[in-house]
């Protein structure tokens, strides 16, 4: 999938949903405030993909570190499912193996409560970050 556009990336959760936005280049991510999980969590998130012009959709994958599904994976995958149904856009879900402890680690200069506030939204940038770098790479070397 092309990178290029505004790229919308998820970190799934039970009690909040992580946020990343690319710019419009398709070359930084950012993290936006997370989304917590409600019932209207995919009203949420439509109404973030029409203000941002979003051109797809990335969903961290839970894989464990020994490349199987845990509960977690399985819920995450249901919910891609269902956004690819309801939702006018690209839905991929991406591995994101280690996203949260390197998110953990670049905010460890904040207090608890902080860091868990920030840290859903740190991790779907994190992901996000990598996809748009790899994106850049295959553009490159197709130049």
């Known amino acids: 999938m092309e990178a290029v556009g505004r790229w919308l ?3 799934y959760g039970e009690k909040r949903v992580g946020v990343a936005i690319s710019d419009a280049l398709g070359l930084m991510a950012h993290p936006l405030p997370f989304i917590p999980h409600t019932p209207s ?13 979003v051109v797809g ?3 961290g994958v839970p894989i464990t570190l020994s490349g199987s599904d845990s509960q977690q994976t399985q ?3 249901v919910f ?7 939702l006018n856009i690209p839905v991929q879900g991406i591995d994101e193996r280690l996203s949260t402890v390197a998110a953990t680690k670049g905010l460890s200069h904040l207090n608890g409560k902080q860091r868990r506030q920030k840290v859903d939204s740190e991790s779907a940038a994190f992901v996000l970050q990598g996809f748009l770098d790899a994106q850049s790479h295959h553009r490159s070397e197709g130049s």
């Open 80 to 86: 891609i499912n269902h956004l690819q149904q309801e």
């Open 57 to 59: 959709l990335l969903v």
């Open 9 to 11: 990336a998820l970190d």
């Open 41 to 53: 969590l995919l009203s949420d998130i439509n109404q973030l993909i029409i203000q941002y012009e």
């Open 75 to 77: 819920r995450v995958r």
